[in-house]
């Protein structure tokens, strides 16, 4: 069975600049989840879907990030104009619901902004 | 709202020696999900363990951890660390129907020398 895929691995911007990160889940899983992980933190939770329904996007800069998941399966998470700040990994996750919500955790996709 | 709370940030220790990170997390389920997540260098993170039964040893790779509803507690042992345990190390929390996205802590560096 294929894990998470996420594309690009690495990306290097000019502050500005605009980003998109795309995440193919493992097939079934219902749920999808983008989390950023800043260097030396923990994953952080920017949105999650279910299908194709946003369920939580409350942590996600609203002014410059954006996540879609228009078919239930694959996602793209774009950053607009970004920031040094931005700078992390960017983690896609899937799980499939009343599965005790066991999170399957794709490469990651590391940013950095300059 | 719920939280994670792992208290050692770095962990040093020799090869051969047991290992135990603590980790407490307060919920307003009683019935919560409990996980521990390794992240190797460069690496995503990936499930190590997880539970919801209060009071039963869960086990997986010579880990161990026993969630306890008492104390709000499930911490991560080994009885003999390898260098190949050198890695951060997540404690996370989730709802009992896996209907939320999961709470992660802060994290622990574990680093296993000769």
């Known amino acids: 069975e294929a894990g998470v895929t996420q594309s690009p691995r690495y990306a290097v911007l000019q502050e500005g600049q605009a980003v998109s990160f795309w995440c193919d889940p493992i097939s079934g899983h219902d749920t999808l989840y983008w989390y950023q992980q800043p260097r030396d933190q923990g994953p952080q939770l920017l949105v999650y879907?279910?299908?194709?329904?946003?369920?939580?996007n409350s942590q996600l800069p609203s002014d410059r990030f954006s996540a879609v998941r228009p078919k239930g399966t694959n996602s793209t998470l774009k950053i607009q104009s970004a920031k040094q700040g931005d700078t992390a990994t960017y983690l896609c996750a899937s799980s499939f619901t009343n599965s005790g919500n066991t999170l399957y955790f794709g490469e990651g996709s590391r940013l950095i902004v300059v | 709202g719920d939280s994670v709370t792992q208290t050692e940030g770095l962990v040093t220790l020799t090869e051969g020696l047991p290992v135990m990170l603590n980790c407490t997390y307060q919920t307003i389920y009683s019935n919560p999900f409990l996980f521990w997540y390794v992240q190797h260098l460069n690496e995503s993170p990936r499930l190590l363990l997880k539970s919801f039964t209060d009071n039963k040893r869960t086990e997986h790779q010579g880990f161990h951890a026993t969630l306890h509803k008492s104390s709000s507690s499930f911490h991560l042992q080994k009885s003999s660390a390898q260098l190949s345990d050198s890695a951060l190390y997540y404690c996370?929390?989730?709802?009992?129907?896996?209907?939320?996205?999961?709470?992660f802590g802060t994290g622990t560096t574990v680093s296993v020398s000769p």
């Open positions: 879907f279910r299908d194709e329904a946003v369920i939580d």
């Open positions: 996370a929390l989730s709802d009992p129907q896996g209907g939320r996205a999961l709470i």
